[in-house]
């Protein structure tokens, strides 16, 4: 079960918009972290996921496990999100 | 077919790009039912542009994302419904096609092929070890992690120079490696000169890359061959690759939808291809011009050419104004 989802992103990023998109389809709610406004979190996002890419989606599940999707990649973030 | 369960759809648009979503628009305007199905980005290439310039009717040029959102908004507001998920294949079964997508199978009496083009790879060594952690293909994306960092861009279109232009808002400098010649357009040029003048852009004309090397934390250089077949190090945090596009019809690959040697859709001049009743629009048509406005009017061309298709099947197509200046 889903606790609660943290979405990192940027102002310009398409890929950001989908994985928005498609947990807004969802019915899903979700918090946004926008590197653009919060630069400083950079390395927070990359720390996580090991990548210097956005979106990274952090999906936290109520055993308080977390599972991190990097980019829009709906193979991952669907199972993850469900 | 009375025995079939499977959903079933007037017409099954693949892709969710501009040449897409222009189509859905006259489709559904037309009334005919329209269904989209989008792996990637709704507005595809164009919605990963930072600012696009040449799209008419916008004097100040426009951002992918806007118009991405503008192009869905309308499609949406005349009833195009846009399903995320993929088309593995397609085969013919007469008066409907069967596409087999990623949550199950269904039937449309027309498809229009609009997936559109992706950023090919160089294939050199440390392209695919880097990937997301040094080495990226979204500027849009991933440019913001370079803050006053070194960068190198492969390429020389207008992909490539349109995407340097938008990292020079957050790297120290940056590298730009053309293989061959600047294919860029003057436009695009003159905009990067100030860049080269200031010494923020460096131009290398006649270097292939030949390797991408880094280790635990992240890339370090990119080694190019130079004109004079020596080696030459670009030292670098980070790689961006534009050298060109490949079309995305790895899914068409076992069908009679008939491919050009580089793997672009074949259409006759009413955009249908190999296989009756299925349409192909934008840059994965082959002759394709690779342009966001020439996509939109391809979607428009096959859209109305569609509408004739299933009209000469039988379908009775409600008169609605094809435009509001008609």
Redesign the interface.
Known sequence: MVKNITIFTTNTCGYCQMVKTYLKAKGMGFDEVNLDSEPQRRSEAHRLSGALTVPVTVVTKTDDSQEIIVGYNLAKLAPAVN | MSNDHTPQHELVIIGAGPAALSAAIYTTREDIETVLYE?????GLA??T?IIDNYPGFSKGV???EL?DSLRDQAERFGAKIE???VKSITDEGAFKRLVT?SGELLARAVLIATGSDYMRTGIPGEEKYY???V?F?A????????DKKLVVIGGGNSAIQETL?LTRFASHIDILVRSTLKASDVLIKEMQPFIDSAKITLHIGVTPKEIVGDEN?VNKVVGINKDSKEEDFNCD?VFVFIGLKPNTAFLKSSKVELDERGFVITNQDLETAMPGVFAAGDVRSGATMQIASASGEGATAALKIREYLEGRGREIKSAPLSVTS
Not at chain 2, 39 to 43: K, L, P
Not at chain 2, 140 to 147: I, K, L, N
């Open positions: 792996r990637g980005v709704i507005g919605a990963v930072d951002t992918g994302l991405a995320l998920g993929e990623d997301a952690r040094g990226h979204c849009t994306c991933d440019g913001a992690f370079y803050r938008f992240g980070g």
